[in-house]
């Protein structure tokens, strides 16, 4: 199995407002469109490297969503997801290596344009695993490329993904199922994820996470084309640029 990050999703309380404040730091930030069930609305932040980030609020009380439980903690970084080469024979994969993953389950959503999109996820069994998604329609038509991809602050994409995970060593070994790869011997094991890199954490600001949240992302490292360096709190979003 071969992954890579496909997007990172970051809930905000009110999407045209973080667009603009995200638009301020110096990202280029284009309005993604309703999705299917009417639940959500997305804002994207597209890189060079194929990633990008995933600015979502809710239009409307929906108990029934995945994401729904983390509305009453406030904004920020909830969840994740990893680009499959084939998404049916990549779970079929995970389920023989004991990562049962559901799926594959179809979504999608309009764009402002009304172009309509169509992707498939698949959903991990354990919540420090990130869910897959693979397109059914062209990708270009999901993720925003060219002058999108171009950024004022420099950004070129994801160069390393931090996770809080109650049991690092159990969650490494579930990774290393999935991904089919050995983390580095470290104190906080990572995996290489293309360009960037995935790692596990279960003190400090990820135990902050752990508490407020429970296992997920927590912070980010986006590489830079102008090498200026900087740490900030965005929307309940940690990052810097390296």
Same mark, same amino acid.
């Given at each position: 199995?071969?992954?890579?990050?496909?997007?990172?999703?970051?809930?905000?309380?009110?999407?045209?407002?973080?667009?603009?404040?995200?638009?301020?730091? &110096?990202?280029?930030?284009?309005?993604?469109?309703?999705?299917?069930?009417?639940?959500?609305?997305?804002?994207?932040?597209?890189?060079?490297?194929?990633?990008?980030?995933?600015?979502?609020?809710?239009?409307?009380? +929906?108990?029934?969503?995945?994401?729904?439980?983390?509305?009453?903690?406030?904004?920020?970084?909830?969840?994740?997801?990893?680009?499959?080469?084939?998404?049916?024979?990549?779970?079929?994969?995970?389920?023989?290596?004991?990562?049962?993953?559901?799926?594959?389950?179809?979504? &999608?959503?309009?764009?402002?344009?009304?172009?309509?999109?169509?992707?498939?996820?698949?959903?991990?069994?354990?919540?420090?695993?990130?869910?897959?998604?693979?397109?059914?329609?062209?990708?270009?038509?999901?993720?925003?490329?060219?002058?999108?991809?171009?950024?004022?602050? &420099?950004?070129?994409?994801? +160069?390393?993904?931090?996770?809080?995970?109650?049991?690092?060593?159990?969650?490494?070994?579930?990774?290393?199922?999935?991904?089919?790869?050995?983390?580095?011997?470290?104190?906080?094991?990572?995996?290489?994820?293309?360009?960037?890199?995935?790692?596990?954490?279960?003190?400090?600001?990820?135990? +902050?996470?752990?508490?407020?949240?429970?296992?997920?992302?927590?912070?980010?490292?986006?590489?830079?084309?102008?090498?200026?360096?900087?740490?900030?709190?965005?929307?309940?979003?940690?990052?810097?640029?390296?």
């Amino acid at each position: 199995m071969s992954f890579r990050i496909d997007h990172l999703v970051i809930l905000v309380a009110d999407l045209a407002q973080a667009s603009a404040d995200f638009a301020d730091l &110096g990202f280029t930030v284009v309005p993604g469109g309703t999705h299917t069930d009417g639940a959500t609305h997305n804002a994207l932040i597209s890189f060079a490297d194929g990633t990008y980030l995933e600015l979502i609020a809710f239009l409307r009380e +929906a108990p029934e969503h995945r994401w729904w439980r983390y509305a009453a903690t406030g904004e920020g970084l909830i969840d994740w997801a990893l680009l499959p080469a084939d998404i049916a024979a990549d779970i079929a994969a995970a389920r023989a290596r004991g990562v049962a993953y559901d799926g594959p389950i179809l979504g &999608g959503r309009q764009r402002p344009d009304g172009q309509e999109i169509a992707w498939q996820i698949g959903l991990p069994p354990a919540p420090d695993l990130p869910f897959l998604c693979a397109d059914v329609t062209p990708r270009a038509l999901r993720v925003p490329g060219g002058a999108a991809t171009q950024h004022a602050n &420099g950004a070129a994409g994801i +160069a390393r993904l931090s996770l809080a995970a109650a049991d690092v060593r159990a969650s490494a070994a579930r990774y290393a199922a999935l991904l089919g790869q050995d983390a580095s011997p470290a104190a906080e094991p990572c995996f290489a994820l293309g360009e960037a890199a995935l790692c596990l954490a279960s003190g400090g600001r990820a135990a +902050a996470r752990l508490a407020a949240r429970g296992e997920g992302p927590y912070a980010l490292v986006l590489r830079t084309q102008r090498g200026a360096p900087q740490r900030d709190w965005h929307h309940g979003l940690l990052f810097s640029f390296e």
